[in-house]
């Protein structure tokens, strides 16, 4: 399964990625818009355990995203369970050198259509940290609506932050071309 973007691809990980993930992901500017699953600093041995665990997923839930054969970000989907199970929550980080390309906003968005389309949900959401308004416009952009503030749920390095919920229904999204999905 491969999800083709402008200038970029949505793939499954693959031997030898670890290198470029661990040189990308050690950003404390990441780590702090992120839950503290994702370390700081992103040591070479839970880069190699990241790939080990995440190569051939069926069905694929975290995408990498590759420029130039370059992990550089992901964006994952968290299946909920039970009741919520046709709620998917969307989860990303980008390489800093790539940041303010738009890039994310066209991964978020190929992402959200392939749960729809594949995984047969019918709402995706995320949650974001409230000092984190740049991954709020990516949201926007992906054509995702804020519903709600949850007040002083997060603790991030030490700081009380609210976290800002943003979701798109499925009857709702204007997905980008199928042409663009493969696999
Ligand atoms: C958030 C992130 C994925 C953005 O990806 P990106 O591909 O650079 O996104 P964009 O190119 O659309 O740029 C971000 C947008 O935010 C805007 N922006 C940047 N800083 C901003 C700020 N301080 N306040 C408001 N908007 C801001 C930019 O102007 C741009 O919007 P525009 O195109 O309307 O001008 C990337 O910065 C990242 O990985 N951050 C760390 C991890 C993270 O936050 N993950 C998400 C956790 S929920």
Redesign the pocket.
């Known amino acids: 399964m491969v999800l083709r973007g402008n200038g970029f691809i949505l793939r499954d990980w693959k031997k030898g990625d670890e290198i470029s993930l661990q040189r990308n992901a050690d950003n404390v ?2 780590f702090n ?2 839950t503290d699953k994702f370390p700081s600093p992103y040591t070479m041995d839970f880069a190699e355990a990241w790939v080990n665990m995440h190569s051939d997923q069926d069905p694929m839930l975290i995408f990498a995203l590759d420029i130039g054969g370059e992990i550089a ?1 992901a964006v994952g989907i968290e299946l909920k369970e039970d009741v919520y199970r046709k709620t998917g929550v969307i ?4 390489a ?1 050198q ?8 066209e991964a978020v968005k190929l992402v959200t259509a392939y749960a729809f389309e594949r995984l047969g949900l019918i709402r995706m959401q ?4 409230s000092k ?7 949201l926007e ?1 992906a054509g995702y609506q804020k519903e709600a503030i949850l007040r002083n749920s997060v603790v991030k390095n030490g700081e009380v932050l609210d976290e800002h919920i943003y979701a798109v229904l499925k009857q709702a999204f204007i997905a980008p071309p199928l042409n663009q999905i493969s696999g």
């Open positions: 500017r990441i818009c992120l970000g989860g990303y980080w980008l800093e790539f940041w303010g390309r738009g890039i994310m906003p995320a949650g974001i940290f984190n308004p740049r991954s709020m416009r990516v952009k």
